[in-house]
């Protein structure tokens, strides 16, 4: 079975198991972990912040950003197609009572100047927006990268309104990559950063959450609160310091993968979006297919792909379990189905 649902889906490596095996650990929760506590630091300075915190995952270091930069009734601004919409289960109305405020666009990314249309201050009868929110890559719009100068456009409208701002960079090492830039480039100037372990990089789970020296502590107390607080977890931060080591040039091979997913189907027409990373959209309805049916067709010969919560839109997502041939196979599966 080639499975390209998503890049959460791999299996650690021989090495990766290895570091776990040996990995020198303490009890995380009460800070003697020295393992994690290096992870911590190697992160926090990968993403030119002071400081970042190890939770179990991208989800719980997203929910801590929310709750450490805002109050019940706040709003945040967001794409409509984020994670943070679609894939985190009403957390930021439920765990940090927000008002979404949304902006729909095609490639899930936005300019200042839509933020600032977007944001409510200042009127009693509206929520008053804490925080903006940032997805790059935005997962559901194909892995799309974010222009840097709307970053930045957004982060200098953010900063003059006095609003807080969060980057949901689970895949920010593939950004960086597809960029050119180090990812400090576009990490840094955020008041927090979400960087995920398990996608990309290969590890069995694990996120950090880059804060300001000052939000560690209040963010930690958020972690405890919401479950997320390890013990010997250096068993866990030893697969990311590896995988930090060995997995994040490679994913420029994920990325070219997926450009050549892409281009063996163009005459199908199913690519409906440029390729920036390792994520391919696929429109069912473009060939006359129902979504679902499509998607049990592939199953049933051996390639499994994932729906999106656009109608008709499924992706493929390359990742370090994928090879060239795997490619090859898939394009074969998806046009003998299709044009049958």
Same mark, same amino acid.
């Given at each position: ?175 960086? %990559? ?65 995988? %930090? ?15 050549? %997913? ?79």
């Amino acid at each position: 079975m080639i499975d390209l649902r998503t890049d959460t889906v791999t299996r650690p490596t021989a090495g990766m198991r290895a570091a776990i095996a040996e990995a020198v650990v303490g009890d995380e929760q009460k800070g003697e972990d020295p393992t994690t506590g290096a992870l911590e630091e190697r992160v926090a300075t990968l993403l030119g912040t002071e400081a970042a915190v190890f939770v179990p995952s991208a989800t719980m270091a997203n929910q801590i950003a929310l709750q450490l930069w805002s109050r019940r009734g706040d709003g945040v601004v967001l794409s409509s197609s984020s994670h943070l919409v679609h894939s985190e289960a009403g957390g930021p109305a439920a765990l940090a009572g927000l008002m979404l405020q949304p902006i729909d666009t095609p490639d899930g990314s936005f300019d200042g100047d839509q933020f600032i249309a977007a944001a409510t201050t200042g009127a009693v009868e509206k929520p008053a927006t804490a925080l903006v929110a940032v997805e790059n890559t935005h997962s559901n719009r194909g892995g799309r990268v974010w222009p840097l100068d709307r970053l930045d456009g957004v982060r200098n409208a953010a900063a003059a309104m006095g609003v807080r701002t969060h980057l949901d960079g689970a895949r920010v090492l593939n950004a960086s %990559l597809a960029v050119g830039v180090p990812v400090d480039r576009i990490s840094s100037g955020f008041d927090s950063v979400t960087l995920c372990l398990s996608k990309g990089l290969g590890c069995p789970l694990g996120a950090l959450l880059a804060v300001p020296e000052e939000a560690v502590r209040p963010a930690r107390r958020l972690k405890q609160m919401l479950g997320g607080a390890m013990r010997q977890s250096g068993m866990l931060a030893a697969a990311g310091l590896y995988a %930090l080591d060995r997995h994040v040039e490679r994913l420029a091979d994920d990325h070219r993968r997926a450009r050549r %997913l892409a281009e063996m189907l163009s005459d199908t027409g199913l690519v409906q979006s440029p390729v920036d990373t390792n994520v391919v959209l696929l429109d069912t309805n473009a060939v006359g297919w129902d979504r679902e049916e499509l998607l049990r067709r592939l199953a049933a010969n051996g390639v499994l792909l994932s729906a999106l919560p656009q109608p008709n839109m499924v992706r493929a997502v390359t990742h370090l379990d994928v090879d060239d041939d795997d490619i090859e196979r898939t394009v074969t599966v998806i046009v003998d189905v299709v044009r049958k």
